[in-house]
């Protein structure tokens, strides 16, 4: 059964840098079939996707914080992570990381349980 | 980047109600790639439908999605008291994805 697991800081300061990372269990994080993504959402708002990554390390970024984030994998721990530098109040949000098809199925089809990160000195 | 803006923002319906969902598209997207999530208070999203119209693993036949080029639907065609939810839909297109605002089902 596939399993994800977001761990990081809940507490982040201001123009810092907020630190993720996603544990995958029940099957490879580097199987050719799924990319691995970070979504976002504020609280009271909608879902953001903010980027995804192939186990070879190809990314793909959301345009508007693509200047912020890097994601990157480890296979050997079959993890992926999140950073995103200068953070501010906007960057409240509840982060959740899934499991992102490819090909004709490129939607998300297994999510972590989310795990929030609030941003304040 | 394409944005997807979906209507209305609430839907008060009662159970056993049809529910109709749409979502535009500022710019056409291929079928393949649009999708629906139910999310519920406190939960992560679920995948309800793929490709514009196939149901996601143990999704039930109440569900049902159609839709091509800019504008899609989501229908609900007697909704059950698990259905009160949010509801989302997403696309992808050149590597970029985008979700829509979001549909809330709200018990009338």
């Known amino acids: 059964q596939m399993h994800l697991q977001e761990s990081g800081p809940g507490l982040v300061k201001p123009s810092e840098t907020l630190s993720l990372r996603c544990t995958v269990s029940g099957g490879p994080i580097s199987s050719s079939s799924y990319y691995w993504g970070w979504i976002r959402q504020p609280p009271g708002k909608g879902l953001e996707w903010i980027g995804s990554i192939y186990y070879s390390g190809s990314t793909h970024y959301k345009p508007s914080l693509k200047s912020r984030v890097t994601i990157s994998v480890d296979t050997s721990n079959n993890q992926f992570s999140l950073k995103l530098t200068s953070v501010t109040a906007a960057d409240t949000a509840v982060y959740y990381c899934?499991?992102?098809?490819?090909?004709?199925?490129?939607?998300?089809?297994?999510w972590g349980q989310g795990t929030r990160v609030i941003v304040s000195s | 980047e394409i944005v997807l803006t979906q209507s209305p923002g609430t839907l008060s319906l009662s159970p056993g109600e049809r529910a109709t969902l749409s979502c535009r598209a500022s710019q056409s997207v291929t079928s393949s790639f649009l999708a629906w999530y139910q999310q519920k208070p406190g939960q992560a999203p679920r995948l309800l439908i793929y490709?514009?119209?196939y149901r996601a693993n143990g999704i039930p036949d109440r569900f049902s999605g159609s839709g091509s080029g800019t504008h899609f639907t989501l229908t609900i065609s007697r909704l059950e008291p698990e259905d009160f939810a949010v509801y989302y839909c997403?696309?992808?297109?050149?590597?970029?994805?985008?979700f829509g605002g979001g549909t809330k089902v709200e018990i009338k």
């Open positions: 490709g514009a119209s």
């Open positions: 899934a499991r992102l098809g490819t090909g004709y199925y490129l939607v998300f089809d297994h």
């Open positions: 997403q696309q992808y297109d050149s590597s970029l994805l985008t």
